[in-house]
Nanobody, 123 residues
C-alpha cells in the first residue's frame, strides 16, 4: 500500500529553522512530482512547494520564497523541506503530496498525500 509519512515538525521560535521529511513507501515515487501543502489554524490548505520527478524544477509559494527549499533523494524515496527564518504565520500542519503531474501539486488535487506533521512557530 502506497504511503507518505511526514516527520520533522515541532515547536520553534520565530527566526528558527526546521527540516521536514516525507518518506514514501509501498511503491517508488521516482516518476512522481512531489511537494508540500500546509493548513494553518482556521485557514484552508495552501500550496507551499513542489519539485518535479527529476528534481530539476521547483516552485514555491510567494510567502516562502527565499526561506524554504525543497529537495528529494530518489535513493531514499524521500522528499525534504528545509525551512529557515520561520515566522508565526508559517504555523500549521504540513502535508506531503505526490502526483504524476507537477501542476497537480501546485493547484490540486493530488493522487497521494500523508497524514501531516505539525509545525508551530512562536513569536
Amino acid at each position: 500500500q502506497e504511503q507518505l509519512v511526514e516527520s520533522g515538525g515541532g515547536l520553534v521560535q520565530a527566526g528558527g529553522s526546521l527540516r521536514l521529511s516525507c518518506a514514501a513507501s509501498g511503491r517508488t515515487f521516482s516518476s512522481y512530482a512531489m511537494g508540500w501543502i500546509r493548513q494553518g489554524p482556521g485557514k484552508e490548505r495552501e500550496f507551499v512547494a513542489a519539485i518535479s520527478w527529476s528534481g530539476g524544477s521547483t516552485q514555491y509559494a510567494d510567502s516562502v520564497k527565499g526561506r524554504f527549499t525543497i529537495s528529494r533523494d530518489h535513493a531514499k524515496n524521500t522528499v525534504y523541506l528545509q525551512m529557515r527564518s520561520l515566522k508565526p504565520e508559517d504555523t500549521g500542519v504540513y502535508y506531503c503530496a505526490a502526483d504524476r503531474m507537477f501542476r497537480a501539486i501546485v493547484a490540486g488535487p493530488y493522487e497521494y498525500w500523508g497524514q501531516g506533521t505539525q509545525v508551530t512557530v512562536s513569536a
